[in-house]
T-cell receptor, first 114, second 111 residues
Framework: DGGITQSPKYLFRKEGQNVTLSCEQN?????MYWYRQDPGQGLRLIYY???????QKGDIAEGYSVSREKKESFPLTVTSAQKNPTAFYLC?????????????FGEGSRLTVL | GESVGLHLPTLSVQEGDNSIINCAYS??????FIWYKQESGKGPQFIID?????DKRQGQRVTVLLNKTVKHLSLQIAATQPGDSAVYFC??????????FGQGTTLQVKP
C-alpha cells in the first residue's frame, strides 16, 4: 500500500546528542514536509521540500536540519542546538503544486530528551 | 503573525447527535481552508477542504461552512459515531501547500 513511513516511532535522546528521524514515502509525491506538534497545540512547520535537492525553512527551523537527496526520502536531524526538542514530529507529503492543502501524514515520531 | 484558532478545546456530544466544531481564522488571503482529524498517537488525516470562493461544501456525513465576513470556519458531523472521537484541526493553505494549523478541538462521543 502507498503511504508514508516514519521511524522510529519512539526515540529517547540525551541532551547534547543529535538524532535523525526517518521519513520515506512511496506515493510519488514531489513535496515533503516536517511538522512539530506539542501537547495541546497545532502543528508548526519546520522544513519543507518541493523537489529533490531543494528545501526551505519553515517557521521553526532553528536547531533542525534536513536533506532531500531522493524523492522518496526526507530525513530530519534534530541537533543539539534545538533548545526544547521533546515533541511529536510529523512528516507529510503532497503533490508539488497542491493548493488545497491536502497533505498525507505519517504516523509520527515521538522524541523525548532525557 | 497570522494564526488560525479554534473556539473550544473540547466538545462532548452524544452518539447519534450532530457535532459542530468551530474555527476562527485571521488570514483573509488564504486559498483553501481544510479540516484534519487526528486520532490518538497517529498523524492527521485529511477530511475535507473548501476553497475561499465557496460558502459550503459537503462530504460524506461532513459539511464545512465558510463565512468570510466574520472569518469563521465550521465542520459539521452528522450522526456522530464513536469512531469520530479524535482531535480536529482546522488549517488554512497559503503559498502552494504550506499550512497554518489551529490548536485543535477534542471531540468526545458519549455512548
Amino acid at each position: 500500500d502507498g503511504g508514508i513511513t516514519q521511524s522510529p516511532k519512539y526515540l529517547f535522546r540525551k541532551e547534547g546528542q543529535n538524532v535523525t528521524l526517518s521519513c520515506e514515502q512511496n506515493l510519488n509525491h514531489d513535496a515533503m514536509y516536517w511538522y512539530r506538534q506539542d501537547p495541546g497545540q497545532g502543528l508548526r512547520l519546520i522544513y519543507y521540500s518541493q523537489i529533490v535537492n531543494d528545501f526551505q525553512k519553515g517557521d521553526i527551523a532553528e536547531g533542525y536540519s534536513v536533506s532531500r537527496e531522493k524523492k522518496e526520502s526526507f530525513p530530519l536531524t534534530v541537533t543539539s542546538a534545538q533548545k526544547n526538542p521533546t515533541a511529536f514530529y510529523l512528516c507529510a507529503s503532497s503533490l508539488r503544486h497542491t493548493h488545497t492543502g491536502e497533505l498525507f501524514f505519517g504516523e509520527g515520531s515521538r522524541l523525548t530528551v532525557l | 503573525g497570522e494564526s488560525v484558532g479554534l473556539h473550544l478545546p473540547t466538545l462532548s456530544v452524544q452518539e447519534g447527535d450532530n457535532s459542530i466544531i468551530n474555527c476562527a481564522y485571521s488570514n483573509s488571503a488564504s486559498d483553501y481552508f481544510i479540516w484534519y482529524k487526528q486520532e490518538s498517537g497517529k498523524g492527521p488525516q485529511f477530511i475535507i477542504d473548501i476553497r475561499s470562493n465557496m460558502d459550503k461544501r459537503q462530504g460524506q456525513r461532513v459539511t464545512v461552512l465558510l463565512n468570510k465576513t466574520v472569518k469563521h470556519l465550521s465542520l459539521q458531523i452528522a450522526a456522530t459515531q464513536p469512531g469520530d472521537s479524535a482531535v480536529y484541526f482546522c488549517a488554512e493553505s497559503y503559498d502552494a501547500g504550506k499550512l497554518i494549523f489551529g490548536q485543535g478541538t477534542t471531540l468526545q462521543v458519549k455512548p
